[in-house]
């Protein structure tokens, strides 16, 4: 569903890809770590088409998000760290609104409040302007979007940064579902424990390289620190 072929990006002089290569599947979730500046955000821009790759390529379900955006985007959704939505609007007016300009189709009010509450908010918060959300909230509203566009894959950039550890938990059990459903998962993150327990493999990058790719049933959590901090250090 995601793939990612040699992909190269220069931003002028600086290399922030370097010949990267990834496949994620449907129904799978692949983890990105690495430290700061190795590249993972820059991989989903160039997933979404904010960035043309140099040499390589991407795919989005076999669409070049760089020749047509419109397409890719329309299987994907997108988490970025900080879910912006509008805060004067109700937690659902927003999700009618994201929705509708990602794909154009209207929904009942039932049919958007069964999505809200699959998120994980309940339908008391529904009415309440996101203004007033949590952090976590608003990132299920994300989840929410992902849900009622019926997304093929969703990218989520440090998601879980931030989040307390009951917000976190039920953040990774809402990907655990849309897994589940079939959904191709890419998350960026740091957290190192919740990678291992959520995703099927986890691929760990250093100054635009992918430096190993493991999957998670192969290695103990002190294993996977092990492994990540020798690449870091190497
Ligand atoms: N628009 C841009 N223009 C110039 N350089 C950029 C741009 N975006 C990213 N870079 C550079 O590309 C490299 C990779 O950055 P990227 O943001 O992808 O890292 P990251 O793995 O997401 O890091 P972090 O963990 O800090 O979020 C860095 O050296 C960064 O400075
Ligand atoms: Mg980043």
């Known amino acids: 569903m995601l793939e990612c072929q ?5 931003f002028g002089e ?9 496949r ?4 799978e979730i692949f983890c990105l770590l690495g430290a700061n500046g190795a590249g993972k955000t820059t991989t989903i821009n160039l997933m979404l088409g904010f960035h043309t790759p140099t040499s390589g390529t991407v795919r989005v379900g076999g669409v070049d998000p760089a020749a047509d955006p419109h397409a890719a985007r329309a299987l994907l959704a997108y988490i970025p760290e900080q879910v912006n939505l509008y805060p004067l609007l109700t937690g ?20 958007l409040m069964g999505y809200f509450t699959q998120a994980g908010l309940s339908s008391a918060d529904a009415g309440r302007r996101l203004g007033e959300y949590s952090k976590g909230m608003r990132q299920k509203v994300g ?21 307390d550890p009951k917000a976190a938990n039920e953040f990774c059990s809402l990907l655990i579902a849309l897994k ?7 998350l ?32 103990t959590h002190n294993e996977l620190e092990q492994v990540y901090l020798d690449l870091m250090r190497a």
């Open 6 to 10: 040699q992909l190269t990006k220069r």
């Open 14 to 22: 600086r290399l922030a890809l370097d010949a990267l290569d990834l």
């Open 24 to 27: 994620v599947g449907g129904g």
């Open 92 to 111: 659902l007016e927003n999700l009618e609104y994201f929705v509708q300009i990602s794909n154009g189709r209207r929904y009942s009010r039932d049919d």
């Open 143 to 163: 989840i929410a979007v992902a849900l009622a566009k019926q997304a093929k894959a969703l990218l989520l950039d440090e998601p879980l940064s931030g989040l």
């Open 180 to 186: 589940e459903r079939g959904t191709a998962i890419l």
């Open 188 to 219: 960026a993150t740091h957290d190192l424990m919740r990678a291992r327990d959520i995703g099927a493999r986890v691929g760990i990058m250093r100054a635009g390289r992918m430096l190993a790719q493991r999957d998670t049933t192969e290695l």
